[in-house]
């Protein structure tokens, strides 16, 4: 035979081969119609027919194909019955399916019949409360029994929880569709693994492991074919060696292990911080998910924010301390994770971080007095880590947990009255919900004072000057929600001091945090911009915008106002101002201004109008005379003018608008995506005219160009 012949014969050997492999998929099922049409229902679990999606008080259901599936859910879980398929003869290798619901072999399952005897049954993944509603593939090996005709039988026998089952998309195939086991090796020569992240896709466990030992392990939502976006892991630490990439489960054809790619630089890093709804001047992670700032803390020139951060998708998980610095608030750069899992499910919850500046812990090395942060490590308790190099590397302290209880979120601050670390902690005891202080000399070794109920995670605690008096101070305590009291702090206790819990912050705003070690006792704080979205993105949620904390006095005691760092006036560029008009009823724009980034101060005097105020970019910023109240976009605050005048300065980024009313008395956080073809501002009376005392606008710059 000449080359050319054998050629040709081993090309078409070879081609007999994959028609071989690839029969085309028979569809037994694809429950699409209204009908279950030949398949036979008993009982009253089916329901009249396939179910297009979640039943009545169902989870969300997903992972089906096109528009019904198959859903014994039907009034609940207490119902029972069967839904058995017509004849079918086998002529594939597999029968694959797509099944979710209850784990309850034989009660609730899918069985293939031979002579009314199961010779295959499958159940879905749950059998405890909580788990999910998602269908996933399954497939049987039936090779044996090509050329047999059996029956399906689905089966839902069980009335108590996960007492359902739900089935589609049965196929006859020539490929396994289940998704096995699978892994990849590479040698690490660059310092960024890309991992293709598909929304929604179901959840794997990723593993790196290394010489037999697992250093990396999380979930992530991994794309088996077109992905939304890559996430990255900087694997550095590993440079030179051969690391296998580990995945619970991916399916035969799956794509994901060869997308996964090394790269010096970071995915996309082209298009990074120019993404369409990036924005600008808000913090916002390269990559994935945000929630709590964590371990706000300056020192040596540089403002440390830390974050709860999933790296790897961009829905809350796999909570690592994302790191970023600041020369001036504003002007962030994001360095690498701070804090790792310890193991997988043992996250590094939220937490604070101080200078040790006395060196009481014994961790200085060098001139430079160490970094300390406390955080909850979710399997074990309150932990301590310290750094020498600015907060880049992290060390545990070997004593960890440091204290052990049902809380979180711990907050460190140096009390110098009694020379003492205090830590106040959220607890959780007797059905109710607490912050629990306790104290250190060495913030090592911690001691239970005492605890005050009715606060609700993240604490934070401080004494600031009222009116400015340094000789006149009085302490803050507020959790998550942002709500304070004042009070006394002795290092031991807090007592509350007069009238109960006051609000600052409305809206989208939660976890917030003031740094400590700040020049000058400046109280300065972010908080989670908890809600801000962004379409398509590759990250979510954003900090609110910094602000300056001071107490003053007003007519109803002491009160917390908040303003704009004054950093972010560097960001203004074209200014435009308004004198003094009359606002006609009615919705006016004002003429000739641009720029989607906008940070305005206006003065109005209501006059006999109900209502007034702006319309910016589409968010209308409106106050109601009659019933005290500001509301921006779906935020209301109650507000009461001080001297008759409405002041207000609004912040216009590209997922939120930001309010600060008379002089910071009262802030509100929107989640909202301005309009960008609507009108930048617009004057808005309702009534009877109002007056617009003065305004000035300042387009503003990104802050992810250099300072
Ligand atoms: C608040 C919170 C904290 C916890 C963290 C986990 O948003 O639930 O209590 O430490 O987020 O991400």
Same mark, same amino acid.
């Given at each position: 035979?000449?080359?050319?012949?054998?050629?040709?014969?081993?090309?078409?050997?070879?081609?007999?081969?994959?028609?071989?492999?690839?029969?085309?998929?028979?569809?037994?099922?694809?429950?699409?119609?209204?009908?279950?049409?030949?398949?036979?229902?008993?009982?009253?679990?089916?329901?009249?027919?396939?179910?297009?999606?979640?039943?009545?008080?169902?989870?969300?259901?997903?992972?089906?194909?096109?528009?019904?599936?198959?859903?014994?859910?039907?009034?609940?879980?207490?119902?029972?019955?069967?839904?058995?398929?017509?004849?079918?003869?086998?002529?594939?290798?597999?029968?694959?399916?797509?099944?979710?619901?209850?784990?309850?072999?034989?009660?609730?399952?899918?069985?293939?019949?031979?002579?009314?005897?199961?010779?295959?049954?499958?159940?879905?993944?749950?059998?405890?409360?909580?788990?999910?509603?998602?269908?996933?593939?399954?497939?049987?090996?039936?090779?044996?029994?090509?050329?047999?005709?059996?029956?399906?039988?689905?089966?839902?026998?069980?009335?108590?929880?996960?007492?359902?089952?739900?089935?589609?998309?049965?196929?006859?195939?020539?490929?396994?569709?289940?998704?096995?086991?699978?892994?990849?090796?590479?040698?690490?020569?660059?310092?960024?693994?890309?991992?293709?992240?598909?929304?929604?896709?179901?959840?794997?466990?990723?593993?790196?492991?290394?010489?037999?030992?697992?250093?990396?392990?999380?979930?992530?939502?991994?794309? #088996?074919?077109?992905?939304?976006?890559?996430?990255?892991?900087?694997?550095?630490?590993?440079?030179?060696?051969?690391?296998?990439?580990?995945?619970?489960?991916?399916?035969?054809?799956?794509?994901?292990?060869?997308?996964?790619?090394?790269?010096?630089?970071?995915?996309?890093?082209?298009?990074?911080?120019?993404?369409?709804?990036?924005?600008?001047?808000?913090?916002?992670?390269?990559?994935?998910?945000?929630?709590?700032?964590?371990?706000?803390?300056?020192?040596?020139?540089?403002?440390?924010?830390?974050?709860?951060?999933?790296?790897?998708?961009?829905?809350?998980?796999?909570?690592?301390?994302?790191?970023?610095?600041?020369?001036?608030?504003?002007?962030?750069?994001?360095?690498?994770?701070?804090?790792?899992?310890?193991?997988?499910?043992?996250?590094?919850?939220?937490?604070?971080?101080?200078?040790?500046?006395?060196?009481?812990?014994?961790?200085?090395?060098?001139?430079?007095?160490?970094?300390?942060?406390?955080?909850?490590?979710?399997?074990?308790?309150?932990?301590?880590?310290?750094?020498?190099?600015?907060?880049?590397?992290?060390?545990?302290?070997?004593?960890?947990?440091?204290?052990?209880?049902?809380?979180?979120?711990?907050?460190?601050?140096?009390?110098?009255?009694?020379?003492?670390?205090?830590?106040?902690?959220?607890?959780?005891?007797?059905?109710?919900?607490?912050?629990?202080?306790?104290?250190?000399?060495?913030?090592?070794?911690?001691?239970?004072?005492?605890?005050?109920?009715?606060?609700?995670?993240?604490? #934070?605690?401080?004494?600031?000057?009222?009116?400015?008096?340094?000789?006149?101070?009085?302490?803050?305590?507020?959790?998550?929600?942002?709500?304070?009291?004042?009070?006394?702090?002795?290092?031991?206790?807090?007592?509350?001091?007069?009238?109960?819990?006051?609000?600052?912050?409305?809206?989208?705003?939660?976890?917030?945090?003031?740094?400590?070690?700040?020049?000058?006792?400046?109280?300065?704080?972010?908080?989670?911009?908890?809600?801000?979205?962004?379409?398509?993105?590759?990250?979510?949620?954003?900090?609110?915008?910094?602000?300056?904390?001071?107490?003053?006095?007003?007519?109803?005691?002491?009160?917390?106002?908040?303003?704009?760092?004054?950093?972010?006036?560097?960001?203004?560029?074209?200014?435009?101002?308004?004198?003094?008009?009359?606002?006609?009823?009615?919705?006016?724009?004002?003429?000739?201004?641009?720029?989607?980034?906008?940070?305005?101060?206006?003065?109005?005097?209501?006059?006999?109008?109900?209502?007034?105020?702006?319309?910016?970019?589409?968010?209308?910023?409106?106050? #109601?005379?009659?019933?005290?109240?500001?509301?921006?976009?779906?935020?209301?605050?109650?507000?009461?003018?001080?001297?008759?005048?409405?002041?207000?300065?609004?912040?216009?980024?590209?997922?939120?608008?930001?309010?600060?009313?008379?002089?910071?008395?009262?802030?509100?956080?929107?989640?909202?995506?301005?309009?960008?073809?609507?009108?930048?501002?617009?004057?808005?009376?309702?009534?009877?005219?109002?007056?617009?005392?003065?305004?000035?606008?300042?387009?503003?710059?990104?802050?992810?160009?250099?300072?």
């Amino acid at each position: 035979m000449s080359r050319t012949m054998l050629t040709i014969c081993l090309a078409l050997q070879a081609a007999i081969a994959v028609q071989a492999a690839d029969r085309p998929d028979v569809l037994v099922a694809d429950f699409e119609r209204e009908s279950y049409g030949e398949w036979k229902a008993d009982g009253e679990a089916f329901g009249p027919g396939p179910a297009q999606g979640a039943l009545p008080g169902q989870m969300p259901v997903s992972g089906y194909e096109g528009q019904r599936l198959v859903n014994s859910f039907y009034r609940g879980d207490g119902t029972t019955g069967t839904l058995t398929s017509p004849p079918l003869r086998l002529e594939r290798k597999f029968l694959n399916f797509l099944i979710g619901g209850g784990m309850h072999p034989e009660q609730t399952c899918i069985n293939l019949l031979i002579d009314g005897k199961a010779v295959r049954t499958a159940t879905g993944p749950n059998d405890r409360p909580g788990g999910s509603e998602r269908l996933d593939w399954h497939t049987w090996d039936v090779a044996d029994l090509e050329g047999q005709t059996v029956v399906l039988q689905i089966v839902d026998r069980r009335t108590d929880g996960w007492g359902h089952i739900n089935v589609d998309h049965i196929v006859q195939s020539d490929r396994r569709m289940q998704a096995e086991p699978a892994s990849r090796e590479l040698v690490v020569k660059q310092r960024y693994l890309h991992l293709p992240v598909k929304n929604g896709a179901p959840s794997r466990r990723m593993k790196f492991v290394l010489d037999g030992q697992t250093v990396r392990e999380f979930d992530i939502e991994l794309a #088996d074919a077109s992905p939304d976006f890559f996430a990255f892991s900087d694997v550095s630490k590993f440079a030179g060696k051969t690391l296998r990439v580990e995945v619970d489960r991916l399916p035969a054809d799956s794509q994901a292990l060869q997308a996964i790619a090394l790269s010096e630089n970071l995915p996309a890093a082209d298009q990074m911080y120019q993404e369409r709804h990036r924005p600008q001047f808000h913090f916002t992670s390269r990559r994935g998910w945000l929630n709590d700032p964590n371990g706000l803390v300056y020192f040596d020139g540089e403002y440390h924010l830390f974050y709860q951060h999933n790296p790897y998708g961009v829905q809350w998980g796999n909570m690592h301390w994302g790191h970023a610095v600041s020369r001036d608030l504003i002007h962030w750069q994001e360095l690498p994770l701070a804090l790792y899992p310890v193991r997988h499910g043992d996250w590094a919850f939220s937490g604070s971080a101080v200078v040790d500046a006395k060196n009481t812990a014994g961790w200085q090395q060098g001139d430079q007095p160490p970094l300390v942060a406390a955080y909850t490590s979710t399997g074990r308790g309150e932990a301590i880590v310290y750094s020498t190099d600015r907060g880049r590397t992290w060390s545990e302290f070997e004593g960890n947990p440091v204290v052990r209880h049902a809380g979180r979120d711990p907050r460190l601050l140096w009390h110098e009255p009694t020379r003492r670390w205090v830590m106040a902690v959220y607890h959780e005891a007797e059905g109710k919900q607490w912050i629990a202080f306790h104290s250190s000399p060495d913030l090592k070794t911690w001691t239970y004072h005492s605890r005050i109920e009715g606060f609700f995670e993240c604490p #934070d605690l401080f004494e600031a000057a009222v009116d400015g008096d340094p000789n006149r101070t009085t302490w803050v305590l507020y959790a998550a929600d942002g709500q304070y009291v004042l009070g006394d702090f002795d290092g031991r206790e807090f007592r509350p001091a007069g009238s109960g819990k006051h609000a600052l912050w409305h809206g989208a705003f939660y976890a917030a945090q003031t740094f400590t070690n700040t020049p000058h006792g400046r109280i300065v704080q972010i908080g989670w911009g908890r809600g801000v979205t962004f379409p398509g993105m590759p990250f979510n949620q954003q900090m609110t915008v910094p602000v300056e904390l001071s107490l003053r006095t007003t007519s109803e005691g002491v009160r917390l106002f908040a303003q704009p760092v004054r950093e972010l006036e560097s960001l203004r560029q074209k200014k435009h101002a308004w004198s003094a008009q009359a606002i006609e009823p009615g919705e006016r724009a004002l003429e000739n201004v641009s720029g989607e980034l906008l940070d305005m101060e206006a003065e109005f005097a209501p006059g006999e109008a109900t209502r007034l105020g702006l319309v910016v970019r589409g968010v209308p910023v409106v106050y #109601d005379v009659k019933k005290r109240e500001l509301t921006c976009h779906n935020v209301t605050a109650p507000l009461t003018l001080d001297d008759g005048k409405l002041r207000l300065r609004v912040l216009v980024d590209r997922g939120s608008v930001e309010v600060f009313a008379n002089e910071g008395r009262v802030a509100i956080s929107a989640a909202v995506i301005p309009k960008a073809d609507a009108p930048a501002v617009k004057l808005l009376a309702e009534g009877s005219a109002a007056r617009l005392n003065s305004l000035m606008l300042h387009e503003l710059g990104s802050a992810w160009s250099a300072p």
